[in-house]
């Protein structure tokens, strides 16, 4: 099936602790997004890469890192994780820089305790 | 700054009834605009994209929102809602390289 795909679907840790999520689109897509959606549903860009290169970071806590090891690939990386860092993490990807629409990930729930 | 306002933050409606879900936006230039829907534990997915050709667009689902300029709106409409159009919906502008998104309408349809 052609999608942006995410794993893991959900994530369990403690504070402190270091994850990783991962995203892969097979739309031939030029460029990939991670979102934020928060308990009360609002998204929010963080980041965008085009073509591997980083676009838009929007005021993200350098504990975030994203990495980009291909167009199709857009991973993101957190260091010691605090509670409020629990949402909803969405990637997406679109065939352009600045196109849309988005192809949105079916998100990963990450749960801080 | 481009930012779009969602008006209602839940709306109820009877199965059968109609759907209106409003949008407003605010753009220093011709905007492109989206509606996007929200099933639980599930990704965004496109319903609708409004770019300036035809003021009134139509989607999936039986869906369709009107552009209206004077007013700064983009309202999504349905003339019968059905158990399965019950989710989040997410009206959405382009801003600078990237999507700016309302603060959601959470849609709750009753049998």
């Known amino acids: 099936d052609t999608a942006v795909s995410q794993t893991p679907k959900y994530l369990v840790t403690q504070m402190g602790n270091d994850k990783s999520i991962k995203c892969e689109q097979n739309?031939?897509?030029?460029?990939m997004y991670w979102y934020k959606q928060d308990s009360k549903k609002f998204l929010k860009i963080m980041f965008s890469?085009?073509?591997?290169?980083?676009?838009i970071n929007e005021t993200v806590p350098n504990r975030f890192s994203p990495k980009s090891p291909d167009k199709a690939h857009l991973n993101l990386h957190i260091n010691s994780l605090e509670l409020g860092d629990s949402a909803v993490y969405f990637c997406?990807?679109?065939?352009?820089?600045?196109?849309?629409?988005?192809?949105f990930g079916n998100g990963t729930r990450l749960t801080v305790t | 700054a481009q930012s779009v306002t969602q008006l209602d933050s839940h709306v109820s409606v009877s199965e059968g009834t109609p759907v209106l879900l409003r949008c407003n936006y605010s753009?220093?230039?011709?905007?492109?605009l989206f509606w996007y829907v929200q099933h639980p534990n599930k990704g965004l997915q496109l319903l609708l994209k409004?770019?300036?050709?035809?003021?009134l667009v139509k989607g999936i689902n039986g869906f369709e929102a009107e552009f209206k300029k004077s007013e700064t709106s983009f309202h999504l409409t349905k003339p019968s809602a059905h158990m399965s159009d019950a989710a989040e919906y997410f009206c959405?502008?382009?801003?600078?390289?990237?999507?700016?998104f309302g603060t959601g309408t959470r849609l709750l349809v009753s049998p």
């Open positions: 997406a990807s679109s065939q352009k820089q600045g196109a849309t629409p988005l192809h």
């Open positions: 739309l031939g897509h030029d460029t």
């Open positions: 890469y085009n073509n591997k290169e980083l676009i």
């Open positions: 753009s220093s230039y011709s905007p492109s």
């Open positions: 409004y770019t300036s050709a035809a003021t």
């Open positions: 959405a502008l382009v801003g600078f390289q990237k999507l700016v």
